[in-house]
């Protein structure tokens, strides 16, 4: 069982998952703002993403306004990924695990894997395919209720389309689209659900750990929809999270054409 980020950072420093990764370097590190208001809606979503390229992978790490400056991808490419794993701010060693652990495994050649082929269209169109994919990882019951811990509106539509409450919880906003109040207390609506579906992004803000043994302790189902640290989350399939959506770089919001990405079903706890 892969115990917390902590315990899979620390194995990876040791080489026990694949090369040492002092071997492997950065080749590009970028920074993207990227802001999106769907038709209809009254939110603008503002998103931050530091990429850093190994190789044929992208390591991605998404995160707030204000915790990287653009200014720090000047000076990463060429740089090991031990350092920037061991020593880089929070975004960046998310990324840069995510990076290693792509670049041992990626995703498109994972076992397990089943790739899943987003339609060409608008943002809406795409948007709601997504989400849509990401509420089938979890067999959603009639009246069950699902915590959603990142607001993402289309997939607020998908879970109450399949018959399930959803109890939804973000930092950033007060309501959804439909009109349900947002919890700002992870735990709150954690304890309160039947199932779980969770955003990458609680790498990037520390709760992930809490997250996944609030879910263990409950033995409630966890699946997670990941831009940010797609192959870390993987690392902890079996070990307290069900079901991943991993969705590499470059991510569907950047294309109107077909994009993929890759969904690991349901996987008990080992």
Wanted: proline share 6%; net charge negative.
């Amino acid at each position: 069982m892969t115990a917390s980020v902590a315990a899979l950072t620390s194995s990876v420093l040791a080489g026990s998952l694949g090369p040492d990764p002092s071997t492997l370097s950065v080749t590009s590190a970028f920074w993207l703002h990227h802001t999106t208001r769907l038709p209809g809606a009254e939110v603008t979503y503002r998103n931050y993403y530091v990429l850093l390229r190994v190789g044929e992978v992208f390591g991605a790490c998404s995160f707030e306004a204000g915790e990287l400056d653009p200014s720090y991808c000047a000076d990463a490419s060429g740089v090991s990924l031990d350092a920037l794993i061991a020593d880089g701010p929070l975004p960046v060693k998310i990324a840069a695990l995510d990076a290693y652990l792509a670049s041992v495994e990626p995703h498109h050649s994972a076992s397990g894997a089943e790739e899943i082929v987003l339609p060409a269209g608008t943002p809406d169109i795409r948007a709601r395919a997504r989400d849509a994919a990401v509420a089938g990882l979890l067999d959603v019951r009639p009246g069950w209720k699902v915590a959603l811990i990142g607001v993402v509106n289309p997939l607020v539509d998908a879970i109450t389309e399949r018959g399930g409450i959803c109890l939804p919880c973000d930092f950033n906003l007060r309501e959804t689209a439909s009109g349900l109040l947002v919890s700002r207390d992870m735990t709150e609506v954690i304890d309160a659900a039947d199932a779980v579906v969770a955003t990458g992004m609680t790498l990037s803000n520390g709760s992930f750990d809490l997250l996944l043994n609030r879910c263990r302790q409950q033995a409630k189902p966890l699946a997670i929809y990941a831009q940010t640290g797609s192959a870390v989350v993987r690392a902890f399939l079996g070990s307290g999270v069900t079901a991943l959506s991993a969705e590499p770089f470059p991510f569907s919001q950047f294309s109107a054409r077909p994009t993929t990405l890759y969904r690991y079903p349901s996987r008990t706890d080992t």
